[in-house]
C-alpha cells in the first residue's frame, strides 16, 4: 500500500454533470499529479499540483480543474462531462526535491459517464 | 504522439520462465524511467525504476536493463510465477519531474 487514498471508488454520472474527485497524498508528500487512464491504456497526464499551485499540465481542456490544499490533499474537478471522460482516474503523490523522484499511485476514481 | 512505445501489448510465459517487456523513447531529456506493475482494479504500484547513469539495475526477480545510444530500456522478469500475471508499464520522465509518459502497458500471463 502506498498510502495514497482516492474517494470515492466508483462513481456514475450523467452527460454534462460536473464531477469532484479526491485525493489524500502519502504521508510527507508535497507534490499531486493526476492522470486520466482508459480502459486498456497507460495513464495519461492531467495536471500536477506542488504547494496549492499547478505545475504543469498534459493535453486536457480547461474544464479539467484542480486544487490542491495546505494538507497537501487535492482534488480534481470536471465539468460538462462527456461520454469519453469514462475512465479510471489516479492521482499520484511524490516529494519534488532536487531531481525527479518516484510517483506513488492511489486506488483510483472508476467514472463512468452515461 | 507516443512518447514513450511499449512492445509487446501481451505476453504469456510458463511458470519459471523469463518475462521480457521492452520500451523506446525518442526524447534525450528523460532522465527517469520507472515500471510499475497494475492488478485490475487498482492503481499502478512502482516496481523498479532507473536512471541513464547505469545500464542495469537489478532487484530480487526484477532487472531493468537500459541502452542510452538506442534509446531503449526492458524489463526483465526472472523465474516468472503465476503472481506475477498483471500489466506491466514503463514510463519516462525530464528531471523537471511533473509529468510522467507512460507506454500503452503490457498484459502478462504466467501459465502454472
Known amino acids: 500500500e502506498t498510502g495514497v487514498t482516492q474517494s470515492p471508488t466508483h462513481l456514475i454520472k450523467t452527460r454534462g454533470q460536473q464531477v469532484t474527485l479526491r485525493c489524500s497524498s502519502q504521508?510527507?508528500?508535497?507534490?499531486v499529479s493526476w492522470y486520466q487512464q482508459a480502459l486498456g491504456q497507460g495513464p495519461q497526464f492531467i495536471f500536477q499540483?506542488?504547494?496549492?499551485?499547478?505545475?504543469g499540465r498534459g493535453n486536457f481542456p480547461p474544464r479539467f480543474s484542480g486544487l490542491q490544499f495546505p494538507n497537501y490533499s487535492s482534488e480534481l474537478n470536471v465539468n460538462a462531462l462527456e461520454l469519453d471522460d469514462s475512465a479510471l482516474y489516479l492521482c499520484?503523490?511524490?516529494?519534488?526535491?532536487?531531481?525527479?523522484?518516484?510517483?506513488?499511485f492511489g486506488p483510483g476514481t472508476r467514472l463512468t459517464v452515461l | 504522439q507516443q512518447q514513450v512505445k511499449q512492445s509487446p501489448q501481451s505476453l504469456i510465459v510458463q511458470k519459471g520462465g523469463i518475462s521480457i517487456i521492452n520500451c523506446a523513447y525518442e526524447n534525450t531529456a528523460f532522465d527517469y524511467f520507472p515500471w510499475y506493475q497494475q492488478f485490475p482494479g487498482k492503481g499502478p504500484a512502482l516496481l523498479i525504476a532507473?536512471?541513464?547513469?547505469?545500464s542495469e539495475k537489478k532487484e530480487g526477480r526484477f532487472t531493468i536493463s537500459f541502452n542510452k545510444s538506442a534509446k531503449q530500456f526492458s524489463l526483465h522478469i526472472m523465474d516468472s510465477q503465476p503472481g506475477d500475471s498483471a500489466t506491466y508499464f514503463c514510463a519516462a520522465s525530464t528531471n523537471t519531474g511533473n509529468q510522467f509518459y507512460f507506454g500503452t502497458g503490457t498484459s502478462l500471463t504466467v501459465i502454472p
Open positions: 499520484a503523490s511524490s516529494l519534488v526535491q532536487v531531481e525527479t523522484d518516484t510517483q506513488y
Open positions: 504521508s510527507g508528500h508535497n507534490t
Open positions: 499540483y506542488y504547494r496549492e499551485e499547478e505545475n
Open positions: 532507473i536512471r541513464p547513469d547505469v
